[in-house]
């Protein structure tokens, strides 16, 4: 696969508000050297999570039966399968594609210790109760690597990167299920040699 032929920067880790990070160590054949696999969080409690990384990554995980987001409930009471609701200090995380809380927990603190802090990559996308304001707190934020999927265009703001394929959409699609979208318009692999 190309991507795995020109990858240089072989140990970094993504953290994103949903499974795009996933995708990408899979394309690349790489283990997962993040806890933000198979989960999702709502945007007003990831952009929390990762204004104070560190500390959400030592804070002990424990779960919950009910989302403090109505759309969360809604989306756990339509789910076929159950899955666990951790908490976090004051943040939620949904482990979507987790089927016990043990499970979740194991692969967690697994996750968490791969961290690579000092080559971290942060990603966005305007999704799961996400507003133009939080956009916009998103790239204030201090990363040096950082990327925010948009399904409008957001000039202003250096981490947006406009998915012109769901330009008539209110959100981008699921650019973990169907990745071009996302290819057609970001170069990840160029992203994690460079930055770029």
Request: net charge positive; proline share 6%; with cysteine.
């Amino acid at each position: 696969m190309y991507a795995r032929l020109k990858i240089r920067n072989k140990n970094f880790t993504i953290i994103s508000n949903n499974c795009w990070a996933w995708s990408i160590y899979e394309d690349l054949g790489m283990a997962y050297t993040t806890p933000t696999i198979g989960l999702y969080f709502f945007m007003p409690c990831y952009l929390k999570f990762i204004s104070n990384l560190p500390h959400y990554l030592q804070t002990p995980l424990s779960f919950k039966r009910d989302s403090i987001y109505e759309e969360g409930n809604m989306r756990l009471s339509k789910n076929k399968q159950f899955y666990p609701v951790g908490q976090l200090g004051d943040i939620e995380i949904h482990f979507l594609h987790y089927h016990t809380e043990e499970e979740a927990l194991a692969k967690w603190k697994k996750r968490v210790a791969r961290v690579n802090f000092d080559n971290l990559f942060i990603a966005g996308s305007d999704i799961d109760l996400c507003t133009p304001q939080h956009i916009q707190s998103f790239n204030n934020l201090p990363y040096k690597n950082k990327v925010f999927f948009s399904a409008k265009p957001y000039p202003e703001f250096k981490s947006v990167v406009w998915l012109k394929y769901y330009r008539e959409q209110p959100t981008i699609g699921d650019i973990t299920k169907y990745r071009w979208p996302c290819r057609k318009y970001f170069d990840v692999v160029n992203w994690l040699n460079k930055g770029k």
